[in-house]
């Protein structure tokens, strides 16, 4: 895949198993692909300015190896969809023998996480000069 510099921008995004998802294009530079296939095909950038939708406009995103078990990708916060992340572990586990996990508890480890990190959010917040990290004046 060539792809011109400085592409990003939002992006859902197909897999090839009927999953979809969103999340986060940014790309720097050429992928070659070689024989390997897309691990993405993305549909949209929904959500994004006119100019930011023009930068992602990709109809591939990474590559997956011949075996189908390494994947590579350019598109961020991939993970963060308790629906998505679900359905992609499970195709693992299923993999691997192991019963599917139910949305809940997906569901439930999205609301730990965002919990976590509004607490650290909190406690940078409240122990570093923020101001002065992101250059504006006092």
Known sequence: MRSP??????ASFHVETSSSGRGFFIHMGETPRGDARPCFHVRSARGASDQQARKCDVSTDGAVSAGGMVRGTYIHGLF?????RRAWLNRIRLRRGLPPVDIERSERFTQRL?????????????????????????
Do not use: T
């Open 114 to 138: 965002r919990k976590e990190l509004d607490r650290w959010a909190d406690h940078l917040n409240n122990h570093l000069n923020v101001d002065l990290l992101f250059g504006r004046p006092s």
């Open 5 to 10: 510099a400085g592409r990003s921008g939002p």
């Open 80 to 84: 963060d969809r308790a629906g998505f």
